[in-house]
C-alpha cells in the first residue's frame, strides 16, 4: 500500500522564500508546483531553484509537481529530477494531466527509480481512461476539479456537478488499492464551506485533499484524522472478532462481516498513520 496523505499543500515553485513555510505549515506532505503556479517565461529558473533547494532539504513529507509530460516543460522536469541524484529525497511526483496509462509509464521509465506517483485527472479524456490511469499511480490519484470542471463548463463549486467524476476516481482508486485527493477548496475565505466538502468527500471514500493556503490546512487534517468515538468502535469490531475466534459475531446487533471489518482496519491503520 502507498503512503496516504491526509493534507497536502500546494507552493509556487517560483517562490523559493515559501518553500521552508510549506514544509513547516503542518501539512501531511508540501508540493512544490512547477506546473499551474509558474509562469512559462520563469519556468526555466524555477525548476534550477527547486532543484537547488531540495539539495539541501532532508526531511519528510516533500513532493514536486513536475509539468504535464505531454509538454517540453514537463519533458525538462522529468531529464532535471532524473539526471539530479534527488529524488530519494522527495516522498512522490505529481503528474499533471494524466490523460492515459501511457503517460505515467513514460515518467516512470523516464525517471529510472522506484518513486510514487500520483496522478492528477483533469479532463474528460482522462476520466475515460481512469481505471486504466489509477492501475499505473502508484501513490495515489488526486481529482484536479478546477481543469476537470472548466473543460466541461461545469461549476466546481457545484458538489452535485461534480458528483459523477469524484465518484468514478474514488471507486478507480479503491479499485486498485491507491488512495484518492479531493480537489483544493478555492475559497480560502470559507472554513464553513471547506468542511462541509471535505467531510463529504471522506464519506465517498478519498483518503486527503489538497490545499491552496496554510489556513486549510488544519481543518482538512481534522477531518481525515478519525475521531476517539470512530477509534473505540473500530477497536470493538476487532475486538469482538478476536473473541469469536474467526467465527460469526454480532457486535451491537450486526452481523461483523468482511466489508465492516475492512472499514474498521482502515479506520484503526489511519490513527497509526497520524
Known amino acids: 500500500m502507498p503512503s496516504v496523505y491526509r493534507s497536502f499543500l500546494f507552493v509556487p515553485g517560483a517562490r523559493q522564500d515559501r518553500f521552508a513555510k510549506a514544509v513547516a ?3 501531511d506532505a508540501a508540493i512544490i508546483d512547477l506546473e499551474d503556479a509558474v509562469l512559462p517565461g520563469e519556468k526555466d529558473k524555477a525548476r534550477a531553484d527547486v532543484l537547488a533547494w531540495v539539495s539541501a532539504w532532508d ?3 516533500l513532493a514536486v509537481r513536475i509539468n504535464s509530460p505531454r509538454t517540453a516543460h514537463g519533458c525538462a522536469d522529468i531529464a532535471a529530477f532524473a539526471a539530479s541524484g534527488l529524488l530519494a529525497k522527495l516522498d512522490f511526483i505529481m503528474v499533471p494531466k494524466a490523460e492515459t496509462a501511457v503517460d505515467l509509464e513514460i515518467v516512470a521509465e523516464a525517471l529510472g527509480v522506484d518513486i510514487p506517483l500520483i496522478a492528477v485527472m483533469e479532463s474528460g479524456r482522462a476520466l475515460a481512461n481512469v481505471q486504466s490511469v489509477a492501475a499505473k499511480a502508484t501513490g495515489g490519484m488526486l481529482f484536479g476539479g478546477a481543469d476537470f470542471s472548466a473543460s466541461l463548463g461545469a461549476d466546481l463549486a457545484n458538489w452535485d456537478a461534480m458528483l459523477t467524476a469524484r465518484a468514478l476516481v474514488a471507486a478507480a482508486c479503491g479499485a486498485t488499492g491507491i488512495p484518492a485527493y479531493d480537489v483544493p477548496y478555492l475559497d480560502v475565505k470559507d472554513p464553513a464551506g471547506l468542511t462541509e466538502t471535505t467531510h463529504k468527500a471522506r464519506l465517498m471514500g478519498f483518503s486527503g485533499r489538497a490545499c491552496i493556503h496554510p489556513d486549510q ?19 470493538a469490531i476487532i475486538d469482538a472478532l478476536n473473541a469469536a475466534q474467526g467465527g460469526a459475531v454480532l457486535h451491537k446487533g450486526k452481523l461483523v ?18
Request: hydrophobic share 50%.
Open 25 to 27: 505549515a503542518g501539512a
Open 257 to 274: 462481516d468482511r466489508p465492516v471489518i475492512l472499514a474498521a482496519e482502515r479506520v484503526l491503520s489511519k490513527a497509526k498513520s497520524v
Open 217 to 235: 490546512v488544519a481543518l482538512v487534517n481534522a477531518a481525515f484524522t478519525p475521531s476517539q468515538a470512530e477509534l473505540a468502535e473500530a477497536q
Open 59 to 61: 526531511g519528510k513529507g
